[in-house]
């Protein structure tokens, strides 16, 4: 495929490179599929400018989130501030900017959180079954049987609303789909030949469970991903919103939007433009996850 | 069927225990006294008094005993009293009830009318105009911040255009006109966040069924597409529809805190937010209770309606 012609030896052009050998893996399919829908590819780029920015927050906003220019509340966007200013004078650019770093933090977070609790147990429960998956899987029950906002507001309820909290119960909230995904993917894995060749060698029951169950069953898991990382970050913000999440000063896009909430007579900008960076923020998340979906969907494979 | 549902009723027992127990402790689990936190500060000098309502709360008792009362009582309708006003939690519940209902039910209905033409356009012409109209719809819908999206709304039709007004609520029957004026808002809000998932589910339920053999024999009889897509294809799309409509009513009675919260609609999620606010955790335990079991009876029903629409379910 890269035979170089004009090469001294017949073996010298021959060489496959890191790349070439890239492009034919899976990974790489996976890559050429993505590259090749454009929206996916927009939403990536876009995702991508996002993350660094909420990161690089502290070195890259104009002004300190929390300092109070007293000369200038509740200014509409202008070339001093690009995204106005809040009721205390604090230019907003910056406090989204810091609202992103603590959302997007708390949302990877939770969703970090969900998979360390819910890959194991539903992996376990899918593989082992019998009691132990009959016990895990009513404890998922009884979890799910809250609706998802009702049972991270009682857990934050109960500890109080700060931002660790926010984390632990996102993550409780999370974590029996994900448990739920993972059991399926075992319980698929589990009926296969290969898992029976493996115990017939006398590969020991952990060695099963990690090397193979796990790692055939990581495509549904990663779609999980963004549809979790997307769930936290809204429900996070509607946490803040209600008061009960990231506490002021400290900026969340969520109550950010509160309290622009409070002074959307006067100064509607305020309560727009955090809720445009959780929607953009989110669109990119969804947008990832369906081509990601898409590309891992054994069923179109090969039909192109 | 029969067989189904009883399986079902089992799996839901030990369940309903979980459930019970985590609400159970969501007064114990807090850090510091109970009665101390009821009580708050009337009672920081009086010991004596601290004792003997704890006495009375039963909280000197071993905790399986304080949760035993606690639950047969509950489960003969006593929920107890509001520590705020000594009201019946029960009658406090039953007052906000019909708002959340109505708001539901007006929200479902909407989503409905919306939801069931646009997925079948998307789902049985993909990648047309309007299939990729419907799909920006469904992914902003599902990107957006509910309670961001009723603030726009707001924003838009009765701060800027002031047609509709902005917050409140009477109740149907004292004022039906402006009830319904008060009901658009949070109505099409939510109407808007649930139609969404709605929408993507019925198309990409609709490609599914597309793809299935009997279609194709259906067409090669010779059937009118009008009649493949009705008789054979929508039917048996509609049935996983069906459970994720019920999915979303059932989210929906729950109580949608956030949306009833920014339009002060005096519902069950709003109740809970604002005894949140006020520490008030006995009624917060009561209606965290009932939230659960409306949902999760809720999702019994449906899946007894998805067994009895698909035999296959039956079996499993």
């Known amino acids: ?304 | 069927m029969a067989s189904y549902i009883v399986r079902r009723l089992q799996q839901m027992v030990p369940v309903l225990f979980l459930v019970s127990i985590l609400v159970f402790s969501i007064i114990h689990l807090i850090p510091g006294d109970p009665v101390l936190i009821m009580g708050g500060s009337l009672l920081q000098n009086r010991p004596e008094v601290v004792e003997q309502l704890r006495h009375q709360l039963g909280l000197d008792q071993p905790l399986y005993v304080q949760y035993l009362q606690w639950i047969t009582k509950a489960l003969r309708g006593d929920l107890g009293v509001s520590m705020w006003n000594q009201e019946p939690v029960t009658k406090i519940i039953l007052q906000r009830l019909p708002a959340t209902i109505e708001l539901a039910l007006v929200s479902m209905l909407m989503a409905l009318a919306v939801a069931i033409p646009g997925g079948i356009i998307s789902g049985v012409r993909p990648n047309s105009l309007l299939d990729r109209v419907v799909t920006v719809f469904v992914t902003m819908g599902m990107s957006m911040p509910g309670f961001w999206l009723g603030i726009m709304l707001m924003l838009l039709f009765a701060v800027r255009l002031k047609w509709l007004p902005p917050v409140g609520y009477v109740p149907i029957n004292q004022e039906p006109v402006r009830n319904l004026r008060y009901l658009v808002l949070p109505a099409t809000t939510l109407a808007i966040v649930i139609a969404a998932p709605m929408m993507r589910f019925l198309r990409s339920s609709l490609l599914e069924v597309a793809r299935m053999d009997y279609i194709t024999t259906a067409r090669a009889k010779g059937l009118s597409e009008r009649i493949v897509i009705v008789r054979h294809a929508l039917k048996n799309a509609l049935i996983p529809f069906i459970t994720v409509v019920g999915l979303e009513l059932a989210g929906l009675l729950a109580g949608v805190v956030v949306i009833e919260w920014v339009f002060g609609w005096p519902g069950m999620g709003w109740l809970i937010v604002d005894t949140i606010n006020r520490r008030n955790y006995s009624l917060l335990q009561s209606s965290v209770l009932l939230v659960a079991l409306v949902f999760l009876f809720m999702n019994l029903i449906v899946d007894i309606l998805y067994a009895f629409l698909d035999p296959r379910i039956r079996y499993e």
Request: proline fraction near 6%; charged fraction near 15%; hydrophobic fraction near 50%.
């Open chain 1, 1 to 304: 495929m890269n035979a170089d012609v004009n090469a001294e030896s017949p073996f010298e052009g021959a060489q496959e490179g890191f790349k070439d050998r890239f492009w034919q893996s899976q990974s790489g399919e996976l890559a050429k599929r993505i590259v090749a829908n454009r929206v996916a590819l927009g939403a990536f780029v876009v995702f991508f400018v996002i993350v660094p920015s909420a990161i690089l927050a502290p070195w890259i906003s104009p002004y300190d989130p929390y300092e109070m220019h007293h000369d200038a509340m509740l200014q509409p966007p202008s070339t001093r501030f690009p995204l106005g200013t809040d009721e205390l004078g604090r230019d907003l650019l910056s406090r989204v900017l810091h609202g992103g770093r603590v959302s997007l933090t708390i949302g990877f977070a939770a969703t970090i959180m969900a998979f360390v609790l819910g890959v194991p147990f539903g992996i376990i429960s899918g593989y082992v079954g019998g009691v132990v998956d009959d016990v895990i899987s009513r404890v998922s029950d009884a979890l799910l049987a809250f609706p998802p906002l009702l049972l991270a507001l009682v857990v934050v309820a109960v500890f109080g609303p700060k931002e660790h909290n926010v984390v632990i119960a996102l993550g409780i909230m999370s974590a029996p789909h994900v448990a739920r995904i993972a059991r399926a993917a075992a319980l698929v894995e589990k009926g296969k030949d290969y898992i029976l060749a493996a115990m017939c060698i006398g590969a020991s029951s952990w060695r099963i469970l990690w090397r193979h169950v796990l790692l055939n069953s990581m495509a549904p898991l990663i779609v999980q991903v963004s549809l979790t990382v997307s769930l936290c970050i809204l429900i996070e913000a509607a946490l803040s919103f209600l008061g009960l999440g990231v506490q002021p000063p400290t900026p969340s896009w969520g109550n950010l939007v509160q309290l622009g909430y409070s002074f959307v007579n006067r100064a509607m900008w305020y309560a727009v433009t955090p809720g445009v960076a959780i929607f953009i923020t989110v669109t990119c998340i969804n947008l990832m996850g369906d081509a990601l979906r898409d590309a891992l969907d054994p069923r179109l494979r090969g039909s192109r």
